[in-house]
């Protein structure tokens, strides 16, 4: 006879088996010791596809990883069908610590960081010297993250045939930046080779404005995978995006890698710290030291004004350093 009240005991209670079973919830995730390395190429609407013991596998994120972004350039962990066979889907369990990571915003005011490229080395700005007009800001800002990023720059200038390069350089001889000049849109063998011998032996991120030859330079790099590319709009001065994702492309003979990214118009600096963006301008860093204590870079103490007196540095550099700050430091008190 069964009990109720304060005369039951254990014995006495009746216990229903759950229909999802007895196993304890847990949340210890598989360590995935047998998963396989990979590289990421290129993601699209949430496809990765990765380079699996020299073939492409297509993957999708696993759920554990949560919100945790993979980009291209990732070194990657993967478990499933790896066979890279039509219509097999692999899942990525694992994104392994990167060496380093190139951000950018959509502009100042965006505090949503952007994972451009992993673990580049290098990065190798394009720029034309005319059709469209070169833009020194752009340059500018691109240099302020690939210093923040530990990338080290390389700068790229297009259509040599149309303009003098000559000013330009000039503008960037005091950093010491590494650059190449190259004569036609349909980049000839030499300026190839003098291109590609900068690259060997690392993976480089290129980018660049619309219209100035990047994917067509990429194209030239490797030529057996060639990507769409567009034309200068006449009336705008524009170029039209054509390369729409991120794609990383082996050089040949394993000479490296290069990694073509969608043509940019702005390059947003909200992640990186006011403090760092003179990093940027090695030409000024000396004549900061004279500076007082967090100085702005743009008040009667300021130091550079006096450097850049006496010919250390020229003035648009200045002029530069101190646009990027004023802008970051509007959109800080926001």
Same mark, same amino acid.
């Given at each position: ?115 451009? *490229? ?7 700005? /394009?720029? $034309? #010297? %005319?059709? !469209?007009? =070169? ?99 006449? *009336? ?7 390369? /729409?994702? $991120? #794609? %990383?492309? !082996?050089? =040949? ?82």
């Amino acid at each position: 006879m069964r009990r109720y009240g304060k005369h039951t005991d254990e014995d006495d209670v009746r216990v229903r088996p759950s229909r999802r079973g007895s196993k304890p919830r847990t949340h210890r995730r598989p360590a995935h010791e047998d998963a396989a390395e990979g590289f990421v190429l290129t993601v699209d609407r949430g496809r990765l596809t990765c380079l699996v013991e020299d073939r492409p596998v297509v993957a999708m994120k696993a759920r554990e990883l949560g919100r945790k972004s993979v980009v291209v350039g990732d070194r990657v962990a993967l478990v499933g069908d790896l066979s890279g066979r039509k219509d097999t889907l692999a899942r990525v369990v694992r994104v392994e610590e990167r060496r380093s990571t190139l951000r950018r915003t959509a502009d100042d005011d965006d505090p949503y960081e952007r994972v451009v *490229v992993a673990n580049a080395d290098q990065l190798a700005i /394009v720029t $034309a #010297l %005319a059709d !469209p007009q =070169p833009r020194p800001r752009l340059i500018d800002r691109c240099l302020v993250a690939a210093f923040d990023a530990g990338l080290e720059p390389l700068l790229i200038l297009t259509k040599a045939d149309l303009a003098s390069p000559d000013p330009l350089l000039e503008t960037y001889a005091p950093l010491g930046v590494r650059h190449v000049v190259t004569s036609a849109e349909r980049f000839d063998e030499a300026s190839v080779e003098a291109v590609r011998e900068l690259l060997y032996g690392r993976i480089t991120a290129f980018v660049g404005h619309s219209g100035v030859g990047k994917t067509t330079l990429v194209n030239a790099l490797v030529p057996e995978r060639q990507r769409a590319t567009g034309r200068v709009n006449a *009336v705008t001065g524009r170029g039209r995006h054509t390369t /729409v994702s $991120a #794609l %990383a492309l !082996p050089l =040949p003979d394993d000479a490296g890698w290069v990694i073509d990214t969608p043509g940019v118009r702005s390059f947003g600096l909200h992640h990186v710290e006011p403090s760092r963006v003179i990093l940027a301008f090695p030409d000024l860093v000396p004549g900061a030291e004279g500076c007082p204590r967090a100085c702005s870079h743009d008040e009667p103490a300021c130091a550079l004004d006096d450097w850049v007196a006496e010919g250390h540095a020229d003035a648009a550099r200045l002029y530069s350093l101190r646009r990027l700050l004023a802008t970051r430091e509007r959109h800080e008190g926001d």
